[in-house]
């Protein structure tokens, strides 16, 4: 069988197969308006994975007294929530992968409501039904991220998706600014059970909000969104009407064999990806996790309320960062493909596929730019941990929180992207990986950090740990170099498949 045909029958293939000679189709029949719907539903859905692991933190201290324990103790509740955090989605988002977004989506999002309801009413005595509790609470909470990843990788070719990525970040980046804030006012204001009161009805509104208006967007069910998939595919209120336009010319893609979400850290460019995403994501969450013990000790006239509002800087950073990097990815992506259109024709940019091809430089265009944001963004860290250390003005630390969050994002969007433009189909299940490498990265630099402030003093802590970050930067290089080679070889396997499977 020719590569060509192999390329026609590669699912997804929006194409049409009535005639002999296949004519291309849109990657997706949404509207732009529409899809950005959809992304500002998942948006909303994801922030829920970080909103709900910080909300709890200023409210530890008072748990811990309530409960009769230590704040060690407590702070394992924690550690257990980051570890279910990284694992959930391996199950979630590889199961979305093949059995539809929405029904995994209104799934996680009920786990997650019951969760709050049960740890707003857990008795005091019961130290070890807060820890079951609080793991539910991160298995319902967390695949709520790689499932909006795998939607935007439904919906959008690679030249959307740095902007809808940078949006869609939106929501995920800011729980960790905002939920302390959150979570202080109320425990301040209403006892620390309406933390989880809170956390309920909030979610539980998602969940509803989900039912009524999000469409199932799995390309193995509904193509295009052309197909109109079964009644728990569908949406309660049909804001988006697209599902019988054209629905009977579309080729639906063959059900796919399950795919072990694990067997993608089999590739090396996806594993240095994610590796150099997870040690910059630990730093940043090294810096948000110590905010409230640094301000406390450095500048004695704040209390929880103000400390909660610092939060603010670093939570504004991240949207800033988030929306600017979406369209530079964008940008950076239009100027590629122009210098490729102009060497190789416009014709053999995409296979019949329309995947990329090989040889387009797709590793380049989302990394490059990306690079010297990670020095930046190293020395940034490192001149805020001597602004802690000398104690300067506290305005000071709290523009460097800005600037590390704006150019955090800057440097995690693009190879958050990338791993959606690398393995098309398992948007949810890749994304998974990067949420267990970054989470487990992450629980290890909360767990030291305390450890190592002590011990250095905030200077030379953030000296080393933005150091690491530089040590690592010749990781992107490698991508850049070696991507095209690794795609190649994903690419013949996949045709191999095919050809065994037919």
């Not at 929006?14 to 997706?28: G, V």
């Not at 193995?220 to 309660?236: A, E, F, H, L």
């Not at 400390?307 to 590629?336: E, N």
């Not at 450890?451 to 200077?459: A, E, V």
Request: hydrophobic share 45%; net charge positive.
């Amino acid at each position: 069988m020719s590569e060509s045909k192999l390329e026609e029958r590669t699912p997804p293939s929006p194409i049409a197969n009535t005639d002999s000679k296949p004519t291309e189709r849109p990657y997706s029949v949404y509207t732009n308006k529409e899809k950005w719907f959809i992304v500002t539903l998942v948006s909303f859905a994801g922030i829920f994975s970080p909103l709900t692991a910080n909300i709890y933190f200023p409210a530890i201290p008072t748990i811990a007294v309530a409960f009769h324990k230590s704040t060690e103790l407590i702070n394992l509740t924690v550690t257990m929530y980051m570890l279910l955090q990284g694992l959930s989605p391996m199950f979630f988002g590889s199961f979305a992968d093949f059995h539809g977004r929405r029904p995994v989506f209104v799934l996680c999002l009920f786990v997650l409501c019951l969760s709050c309801v049960g740890l707003a009413l857990v008795p005091t005595r019961a130290y070890w039904l807060l820890m079951v509790l609080r793991c539910l609470q991160a298995t319902g909470s967390a695949s709520t991220i790689a499932l909006g990843a795998g939607v935007i990788g439904d919906i959008a070719v690679p030249a959307e998706r740095g902007g809808f990525f940078g949006f869609y970040s939106l929501g995920p980046m800011l729980g960790p600014a905002l939920g302390p804030v959150i979570g202080g006012a109320l425990s301040d204001g209403l006892g620390w059970r309406s933390i989880f009161w809170f956390l309920c009805i909030a979610t539980g509104i998602a969940c509803i909000v989900m039912l009524l208006f999000l469409p199932e967007t799995l390309r193995q069910i509904v193509g295009d969104g052309s197909i109109v998939p079964g009644p728990i595919y569908r949406p309660w209120i049909h804001i988006i009407r697209r599902q019988s336009d054209v629905a009977s010319d579309y080729y639906k893609p063959p059900k796919r064999k399950f795919r072990n979400p694990l067997l993608l850290f089999k590739n090396l460019d996806i594993v240095m990806l994610l590796l150099f995403n997870g040690i910059v994501y630990s730093v940043f969450y090294a810096v948000t996790a110590s905010i409230s013990s640094l301000f406390a000790e450095i500048y004695p006239f704040l209390n929880d309320t103000t400390i909660g509002l610092c939060y603010l800087a670093i939570g504004l950073g991240t949207a800033v960062g988030s929306a600017g990097t979406g369209k530079v990815l964008d940008w950076d992506f239009q100027r590629a493909k122009k210098a490729y259109v102009q060497t190789h024709g416009s014709e053999s940019m995409k296979t019949a596929s329309g995947d990329l091809r090989d040889d387009f430089p797709i590793e380049k265009a989302r990394l490059l730019s990306m690079s010297y944001a990670t020095l930046i963004l190293a020395a940034t860290g490192m001149g805020y941990g001597w602004c802690l250390q000398k104690k300067v003005h506290i305005a000071a630390p709290l523009i460097l929180q800005f600037i590390i969050g704006a150019l955090s994002m800057s440097v995690m969007n693009p190879t958050q992207t990338l791993i959606l433009d690398l393995v098309p189909g398992q948007g949810s299940s890749v994304t998974a990986c990067n949420n267990i490498v970054r989470c487990l990265l992450g629980a290890v630099a909360v767990s030291v950090i305390d450890i190592i402030l002590n011990s250095l003093r905030p200077g030379f802590t953030y000296v080393l740990l933005n150091g690491i970050i530089i040590i690592f930067i010749p990781l992107i290089y490698l991508v850049i170099k070696l991507g095209p080679r690794f795609r190649k070889k994903r690419r013949e396997a996949a045709a191999k498949t095919l050809v065994a499977y037919s």
